[in-house]
């Protein structure tokens, strides 16, 4: 169902049932939803053990629990959905060439569009999947390695930006559209990125829905101005006064996220991000949960990304893309993809 799909059912049920608020009834449409998908999901997983893919970083490696190599040479332009359960169609994503492997060839990618005039979660990628429905045996942890390749393209607008993936909780919903996590039910870590003052770079930063959110936005936003994720920008080393980390077109960036759960009430989680296997930031200070309950655990994959924002001013002013290749989910550090060039 769309979002406006959904948010003509909230209305019409609105009417229904007086003064429910518009938006807890998306979310509980929403939530429904993740249910339904998950159950499919799961139903899919034990129907065909071994879906889940692999690539130079395989779930035979130590440490690896999913990977994904997006390679659908010969298998379909929808084939790399397979990776992440059953086939699901991706209007705004298609096949491409991403960075070579070991043997000198390009490996799979996909690209993701973003279409002129259009913005917000339906609009391009949206396969946020529970880790059952990757085919990972455990479900819940309490500390996840995430890697992924991306590449700003030669079209890509300066002035648009928008969201990447990251992790998430495992419970019905996870943190996201401005919820404020409360430490029992949900919380994310993905990434969002925004033109530069120059026209010839972007910039990076970390997007926390946990509880301290506005705490871990200082000094680069006051609490007023963290109105839904958090603003911990992506510099050049871990330092605060350090430059923006600057991502040129045309060139692939491994990005890797580091979530490892604090213990319950105390200011002790880490966020850490590596780009291209440097540590670019190094945060002990993270509040993903207040309670040890199998809610709060990491337990999905949101693999998303779209403009927005939920406005029409992060509409992308034409048509522009990026691409995603080689994402691994590891117990451990994962680094660069064996024969990156």
């Not at 949101?302 to 939920?310: I, T, V, Y």
Request: proline fraction near 6%.
């Amino acid at each position: 169902m769309s979002r406006p799909a959904i948010e003509k059912s909230i209305n019409s049920s609105s009417a229904l049932v007086g003064k429910a608020s518009p938006l807890l009834l998306w979310r509980s449409l929403r939530a429904v939803r993740d249910i339904v998908r998950g159950a499919a999901m799961l139903c899919f997983v034990f129907a065909a053990p071994g879906a889940s893919a692999a690539t130079d970083s395989s779930p035979g490696d130590k440490g690896v629990l999913f990977a994904a190599d997006f390679d659908t040479r010969g298998k379909g332009r929808d084939s790399w959905t397979t990776e992440f359960g059953p086939m699901v169609h991706q209007p705004n994503v298609e096949p491409d060439e991403g960075p070579f492997g070991p043997d000198g060839k390009p490996k799979g990618a996909i690209k993701v569009w973003f279409r002129q005039g259009t913005f917000g979660a339906d609009h391009a990628l949206l396969m946020s999947r529970y880790f059952q429905a990757l085919g990972i045996e455990q479900f819940r942890y309490q500390e996840l390695y995430l890697r992924y390749y991306i590449r700003f393209n030669d079209d890509m607008a300066a002035k648009t930006g928008g969201k990447l993936p990251g992790l998430a909780s495992a419970g019905k919903i996870y943190a996201e559209g401005c919820m404020s996590p409360n430490g029992t039910d949900a919380w994310s870590v993905r990434f969002m990125w925004g033109g530069s003052s120059s026209t010839d770079t972007f910039h990076l930063q970390a997007y926390p829905y946990v509880v301290n959110k506005d705490e871990l936005s200082l000094p680069f936003r006051t609490p007023e101005q963290v109105r839904c994720g958090g603003f911990v920008p992506i510099k050049t080393k871990p330092d605060l006064g350090a430059p923006w980390y600057d991502f040129k077109r045309g060139v692939w960036y491994a990005i890797e996220e580091r979530v490892k759960l604090n213990e319950p009430g105390k200011k002790d989680g880490i966020l850490q991000v590596w780009i291209d296997d440097s540590l670019v930031l190094d945060r002990t200070n993270v509040l993903y949960r207040t309670v040890d309950n199998p809610d709060t655990k990491i337990g999905r994959l949101a693999f998303e990304s779209f403009l927005g924002g939920s406005t029409p001013d992060w509409a992308a002013p034409q048509n522009e893309s990026m691409d995603i290749a080689d994402l691994v989910i590891a117990t451990r550090h994962i680094g660069l993809a064996e024969g990156r060039k």
